[in-house]
């Protein structure tokens, strides 16, 4: 428990992590630390906005300048010499610029005994995951996509583990919030009274359901913020599941082109980053990838009930985030050049799922967006986005992609960057680095990343050509996705011009045509040239695996 003080106001007792509605205030939050003689006394304490000063039982700890305001990490404390075995006592001092104040303190990521149990958990995932893939993958390509997956699963728990729920998150407490909501009342909330209820609500609903049983099972004072994390590892985990089985899927006789397709997108730090965050991306990711491996099992092999479960992720995909509907298109393209049926047939099923699918996702989301005070909205909270983020709608911004301005201004800066307003050099960057300002010693790390990463979008489009001078099957419906993704996020990048709408967390799974593309590539392309695919792909997976354990660091 922690004690929050604010001048006129009488004291308020609540838990950690505090997040209160502060406007612009101070507050002083103590909190009473029971240090065993095990316990870790390696701290790192996150203020919301900044720490104005800060005490162990009275006496005053240093906090360097540069790290008062940093509401993303925090600082890392050594407070040995100050915490004793038994009660102690943290005061801080804590002023906010607005909205909502708080405090988080957690073990530091290095500390012996939290990281001895996390070393255990690694170890636990990876022999359990080990063991389940053994008795599920029967060919080639499924044992080496396991392998990646599990080899992932790892490398996302470390980021996990190691990173607060806020840190590059969007607006995380106010999608916390929105959870606690629907986890106390069991209602939706009023769609102007939260930052994030203007949102469909299916993820949020599953987030109180699995907040409410985590909470019995653990006690009422498990933290609900790590809790959603863990929520959106297992979803990631679901993620990587189906990712890899439509690799698979996709190369059922090359082993090493469905490893490479799923490592990827396994390990690209924009989908790593979604693991510890707390908001509807996550499964919306994978309601997509659900969506899509029904939609080829239908086109390979004509399976009706996959088309119809499609259309039915497709709806549960609007019901999480209004952009799930951005895959229907392609869907519906795909049906019409169905040479298995007649064209009245083609139709008739085009229109009628078009009608279920946009009827029942309308049927949601359009009452909530009439519920504005201010008129219908689709997104609530646009009219506060400041003015500094607005970039122009010109053919220069939506054209523009140069690969030396993108390696020249490797990290995006929504507000001041260099080039923010050229919208397909913002989303490539965010693939890798989202909105997000690393230290500078990274940032060599980060220029080759995105080096590699630009061949391999070059080796992608040459995939494209490969893959239909071959005729291969899934060619017609992987480009229909590409399209419908990026010309879905288009129109909404002109209707809210704004940087934070050219993000790629908006269309990660732009990143499953290029991948697949890719991959085939590496296996179809003449031996030298296949060759070189296959190490700058391996070669970027190897680097961003370094980039993510470097930010346990940073």
């Known amino acids: 428990m922690a004690t929050v003080h604010r001048e006129g106001l009488?004291?308020?007792?609540?838990?950690?992590?505090?997040?209160?509605?502060?406007?612009?205030?101070?507050?002083?939050?103590?909190?009473?630390?029971?240090?065993g003689r095990w316990s870790t006394r390696q701290l790192r304490v996150i203020p919301d906005d900044c720490l104005e000063g800060l005490w162990i039982n009275d006496h005053p700890v240093t906090v360097p300048p540069e790290h008062r305001c940093d509401y993303g990490g925090g600082v890392a404390l050594d407070l040995s010499s100050a915490l004793h075995i038994g009660r102690n006592v943290l005061r801080a001092d804590i002023s906010d610029a607005g909205n909502v104040g708080g405090l988080r303190i957690v073990p530091h990521s290095l500390a012996v005994a939290p990281l001895l149990a996390r070393v255990f958990l690694l170890i636990l995932v990876a022999w359990y995951g080990w063991r389940i893939a053994r008795r599920i993958a029967s060919t080639a390509p499924q044992r080496g996509a396991a392998f990646v997956i599990i080899a992932a699963l790892l490398v996302h728990l470390v980021y996990v583990l190691g990173t607060t729920y806020v840190t590059r998150g969007h607006d995380a407490t106010a999608h916390l919030e929105y959870v606690q909501y629907i986890a106390e009342h069991w209602r939706l909330p009023p769609v102007d009274e939260g930052w994030e209820y203007f949102h469909p609500p299916l993820y949020y609903a599953l987030g109180a359901v699995w907040l409410v049983g985590s909470q019995w099972?653990?006690?009422?004072?498990?933290?609900?913020?790590?809790?959603?994390?863990?929520?959106?590892?297992?979803?990631?985990?679901?993620?990587?599941?189906?990712?890899?089985?439509?690799?698979?899927?996709?190369?059922?006789?090359?082993?090493?082109?469905?490893?490479?397709?799923?490592?990827?997108?396994?390990?690209?730090?924009?989908?790593?980053f979604v693991s510890a965050r707390v908001n509807n991306d996550v499964l919306l990711l994978f309601l997509e990838l659900a969506a899509v491996a029904l939609l080829l099992r239908w086109w390979e092999r004509g399976w009706i009930r996959g088309w119809y479960g499609f259309c039915a992720a497709i709806i549960l995909g609007a019901l999480t985030k209004t952009n799930g509907l951005v895959l229907f298109p392609a869907g519906i393209a795909c049906l019409l050049l169905d040479r298995r049926s007649r064209m009245p047939t083609r139709w008739t099923r085009a229109i009628a799922s078009t009608i279920l699918v946009v009827g029942i996702s309308a049927a949601m989301i359009v009452p909530r967006a009439a519920e504005h005070r201010n008129g219908p909205q689709v997104v609530g909270n646009i009219g506060a986005i400041t003015g500094d983020m607005v970039v122009p709608n010109t053919l220069e911004a939506f054209l523009t992609f140069s690969p030396q301005g993108i390696l020249q201004n490797v990290y995006n800066n929504p507000w001041r960057g260099a080039r923010r307003e050229f919208f397909l050099e913002y989303l490539f960057r965010s693939a890798f680095s989202g909105e997000f300002q690393f230290p500078d010693w990274l940032k060599p790390l980060s220029i080759a990343i995105t080096a590699l990463g630009l061949l391999m979008l070059a080796v992608a489009g040459f995939g494209v050509l490969r893959a239909y001078a071959d005729r291969w099957p899934l060619t017609a419906p992987l480009v229909f996705l590409f399209a419908s993704i990026l010309g879905g996020h288009i129109a909404f990048r002109i209707a809210y011009p704004f940087t934070s709408s050219q993000d790629f967390r908006y269309s990660l799974l732009l990143a499953l045509p290029v991948a697949l593309f890719a991959a085939r590539e590496a296996v179809s392309a003449p031996r030298w040239w296949g060759w070189t695919v296959r190490s700058a792909g391996w070669s970027l997976v190897s680097l961003c695996i370094g980039f993510i354990l470097a930010l346990q660091a940073a």
């Open 10 to 35: 009488p004291p308020l007792e609540t838990i950690l992590p505090v997040a209160i509605k502060t406007e612009k205030s101070r507050m002083r939050v103590e909190v009473p630390l029971d240090v």
């Open 217 to 272: 099972l653990l006690g009422p004072l498990a933290e609900p913020a790590f809790l959603l994390q863990i929520l959106s590892f297992v979803l990631v985990a679901g993620c990587l599941v189906l990712w890899g089985r439509i690799a698979c899927d996709a190369f059922p006789t090359h082993p090493r082109a469905a490893a490479l397709a799923t490592a990827l997108g396994a390990f690209l730090p924009s989908i790593i």
